[in-house]
């Protein structure tokens, strides 16, 4: 394909995205509502005018990492230690939960099967697809409604975390009992390990940071080398320690959010995100979505895999946060936020389908399910927000 076709396709994409995400905002909904809806008409499933392809699949990761790196700055840190427990509490209830009700969904529509067959595996791996959060969404939401610093917010942004590394692990047990390939303790040992080297490599970068911040201060320097630093720990989470690159570049967020400058350095990711990678990775979701592909074999399926999906991070996160001693509007914000699924689903289910676990005709159901909760997903915020806009307090953390 000749190089310059790019430059129609991301034209394509921006005047689409951002005329259906300023549609969107008119509507009251989230400016990423319309945005995912613009990728789904553009793409194969309706006008056909954009393909996905291996650049702008890229483009879209570039989107998201900026998305995470923003977030991660914008992340009060203090909160972030308090509600450190609690997540994981939630993240844990976020992936057991999801991990049974995918098992039984499929057992309960194809039968029982023997433990160590194909089958069982096959159902329990449907189950580790709907461990997956994508919080991506739920960030852009959040920080569109203003409530991103917010304790739910922080909460909701430190349990998908922690839940994309238990992901991971449940991922890589799964496969590991299926072939006896993967190494589970060796997975276990740096996921661990990141974190360390996160701590030890982020307190001397902090001060490194603060050194040059206190000598040149709001500077275009600063939010250039924040930008490098993102991209290393994105580097180096997925290559060196398997971790999702996303972790790593809202770790180098976090690094940097007590820096003096950090609102001029997320004011700055700001531009490039809102210009051109935001509405490319929240396109290139509708873009995915092929809908020619849904037969009547697999529709009731996808349907069920959708409804368990959703409210099986709701129930699991939603009801761990109330034992936490979250108010019940709080509560469901939490479990509402944390039903996002995105690239970690996508990314899961492509292993499944490479190791023999998943067929290709489940991946629509992924798919749909994506869909579903990426477009769902801010519109019920938006609501309970709206109704209860009083509730979200740090005091509940005391």
């Known amino acids: 394909m000749e190089s310059y076709l790019v430059f129609k396709d991301l034209a394509i994409i921006v005047v689409f995205a951002k005329f259906f995400g300023i549609l969107a905002r008119k509507l009251k909904a989230p400016q990423v509502v319309g945005e995912i809806i613009a990728g789904l008409l553009i793409g194969p499933s309706v006008l056909g005018l954009v393909d996905q392809s291996t650049f702008l699949s890229q483009m879209a990761e570039i989107g998201v990492i900026l998305l995470m790196f923003s977030a991660g700055l914008e992340t009060n840190l203090h909160d972030l230690i308090k509600t450190g427990v609690k997540a994981t509490l939630i993240a844990c209830a976020g992936v057991f939960v999801p991990l049974v009700g995918g098992f039984f969904l499929y057992r309960g529509f194809y039968g029982p099967a023997g433990v160590g067959t194909k089958d069982f595996y096959s159902a329990l791996f449907v189950g580790v697809i ?68 996160s701590i030890v490599v982020g307190f001397i970068i902090y001060k490194l940071f603060k050194a040059m911040d206190a000598r040149y201060p709001h500077t275009r320097r600063i939010p250039i080398m924040g930008l490098a630093l993102c991209l290393a720990m994105s580097f180096v989470a997925e290559k060196y320690f398997g971790i999702a690159d996303i972790t790593g570049a809202y770790v180098a967020g976090i690094i940097l959010c007590n820096v003096r400058d950090s609102e001029y350095i997320a004011e700055k990711m700001d531009i490039n995100s809102y210009m051109l990678f935001g509405p490319i990775f929240f396109a290139s979701i509708g873009l995915k979505t092929d809908i020619s592909e849904v037969n009547m074999s697999i529709i009731w399926f996808s349907l069920a895999f959708v409804a368990v999906g959703l409210l099986c991070k709701i129930i699991g996160c939603g009801l761990m946060a109330k034992l936490c001693k979250f108010t019940w509007p709080d509560s469901l914000k939490i479990g509402v936020g944390m039903m996002t699924r995105g690239e970690v689903a996508l990314i899961t289910s492509q292993k499944g389908l490479s190791v023999g676990l998943l067929s290709p005709v489940y991946f629509t159901a992924v798919i749909l399910l994506i869909i579903f909760s990426s477009i769902l997903t801010p519109i019920i915020l938006k609501i309970l927000y709206s109704k209860t806009p009083t509730q979200e307090s740090p005091k509940i953390a005391e």
């Open 130 to 197: 709907l461990t997956a959060t994508s919080v991506s969404i739920t960030v852009q939401a959040l920080r569109e409604m203003g409530k991103l610093k917010g304790y739910v917010g922080t909460t909701i942004l430190s349990a998908a975390i922690i839940d994309d590394v238990i992901g991971i692990i449940v991922l890589t047990v799964v496969i590991g009992l299926h072939d006896g390939s993967s190494n589970v303790g060796a997975v276990c040992a740096k996921t661990g390990l990141f974190f360390v080297f």
